[in-house]
């Protein structure tokens, strides 16, 4: 008698479904939901990071190692909050404090809003670590990199790089 094993089917490179991108992809579940509103995050004077994003798009699937990466470095002094764009009820609002205000019908899509509210970062699709670095390194007043210990990429697995000062 033979009892076949179900393989998995998870894939980077395709817009199925396979579950919590951010658990799955990046080795982050702790992102996903997320700990804190915008409405909060503003209250606080925090900055906040929202990331648009869906659990079947390929391109999503290949950003969150990105958004996985900038929380190791950015977590404690911004908002990380991503928002599933299924769960979006009502897209269009003039409530600044509501994330759907800020998306734009593009995933991924990440806007960076600083401290005082304003917006410094919207892009659309796949945004490199070091362009929203160079952005919260503006937001935080950090040396620019140039001027800062040079980070290199180490890969930890076919999927994630970790950026250390070796």
Known sequence: MLIATPTALASLNDDRFDGNIFALYAGNGSLVPAKV??????????????????????DCKQ?????????RFYGRAANFIPVNVDTIINPVTNDSTKTSYYYQGFVPQTVLINQKGKVVLNEKGQVSFERVDDVFREVFDLLPRSESVELKR?????????LTDN
């Open 37 to 58: 509103t915008l409405q909060d995050s503003l209250k606080s004077s925090k900055p906040a990071l929202l990331i648009f994003f869906l659990d079947d798009s390929k």
């Open 63 to 71: 950003f969150s190692t990105v958004v996985s990466e900038l929380q």
């Open 154 to 162: 180490r890969i930890v697995n076919e999927i994630n790089v970790e």
